[in-house]
């Protein structure tokens, strides 16, 4: 959340605002703002939007793909597993390839 506050900050200081300048704004106090700013506070997507209102700005949240197209969640489910377990799993994906493979083929031969 600190990258947030950075943002804010920067924004802030860009307009010419002071913290409690701009807290009034958001209708926040300055120790919350000062909190955030500093990333000693985390701030949810509706305060963020509130904060970045009061200046003028939309906040805009996209998305990237994830780097090799591995979902960072699953592979850090997958380091916690015993080897034995991952090749358990491993091998029952396979099973499951093998098993569409001849569906799929005996699904072309009715056709």
Do not use: C, Y
């Not at 704004?25 to 970045?52: F, H, K, N, P, Y």
């Not at 597993?81 to 569409?100: C, W």
């Amino acid at each position: 959340m600190h990258e947030l506050g950075s943002i804010i900050k920067r924004e802030r200081l860009r307009r010419g605002l002071s913290q409690a300048q701009l807290a009034l704004r958001a209708g926040t106090d300055q120790s919350s703002l000062s909190r955030i700013e500093s990333g000693r506070e985390d701030v949810t997507w509706a305060r963020l939007r509130a904060v970045l209102h009061s200046m003028g700005l939309e906040p805009e949240l996209g998305l990237r793909p994830v780097e090799h197209g591995e979902d960072p969640a699953h592979v850090a489910m997958a380091r916690r597993l015993q080897p034995s377990q991952r090749l358990e799993g491993g091998l029952n994906v396979a099973e499951f390839a093998r098993d569409l493979r001849e569906a799929a083929g005996s699904a072309k031969t009715r056709s």
